[in-house]
């Protein structure tokens, strides 16, 4: 079984192609024109040992907000066209990542519902380089909206915006990595509905 997902995704504003192999080994291949961006994709890619290539042209003459908006949603098109029916999958995952003073709680729930709890620190620095701070949640809303799944993200402390954010994305790669990991003794999807 290969889980693969690809999608491009094309607008006024944005020209995105994604491609994520949930059984892949880490490789990564991103470029958004947001440098910090590239640099959370790439912790996604790397702790979660998804195969990740990401190819976006976006409208950064104006902001970087479409940009990563975009790529986000379609990020978690791909992620929710990889997992297929789920048939196999763990489905739930816990985890928590320290970076330095930062840590991030993450939990997940490959549940086809959509649903994002999503809270950091009050008053971190506006700006990581080009990158604003406040897009941070939206990435994740627009990639759950996406990828139909429930994400809860909780950081416990932090005060340098650079290791708040680094750590949710490294929560998250390995809480997604932990949740579409195949059982072998799980027969089928496993919901109670049977379906996901």
Request: hydrophobic share 40%; proline share 7%.
């Given at each position: 079984m290969t889980r693969i997902g690809a999608v491009k995704r094309?607008?006024?504003e944005t020209d995105v192609q994604v491609e994520v192999n949930l059984d892949g080994s880490g490789v990564v291949d991103v470029s958004t024109g947001v440098g910090f961006y590239d640099h959370m994709l790439a912790q996604l890619g790397k702790h979660g040992l998804f195969d990740l290539s990401v190819k976006t042209v976006g409208d950064l003459h104006i902001d970087a907000h479409h940009t990563v908006e975009d790529t986000a949603i379609a990020l978690g098109e791909a992620f929710k066209q990889a997992l297929g029916d789920k048939?196999?999958?763990?489905?739930?995952?816990?985890?928590t990542v320290?970076?330095?003073?930062a840590r991030a709680h993450v939990v997940v729930d490959l549940s086809g519902r959509p649903y994002l709890?999503?809270?950091?620190?009050?008053?971190?620095?506006?700006?990581?380089?080009?990158?604003?701070?406040?897009?941070?949640?939206?990435?994740?809303?627009?990639f759950v909206a996406a990828s139909r799944i429930c994400l809860h993200i909780e950081v416990t402390r932090g005060r340098n915006a650079h290791h708040v954010v680094e750590a949710q994305f490294k929560g998250v790669a390995r809480a997604l990595?932990?949740?579409?990991a195949l059982d072998p003794r799980i027969v089928g999807v496993p919901s109670t509905k049977g379906t996901l």
């Open positions: 094309a607008t006024k048939a196999g999958i763990t489905r739930f995952a816990d985890v320290p970076l330095d003073e709890v999503h809270d950091e620190p009050a008053g971190l620095a506006p700006m990581i380089g080009t990158f604003d701070t406040t897009l941070t949640r939206h990435i994740f809303e627009s990595r932990a949740a579409c």
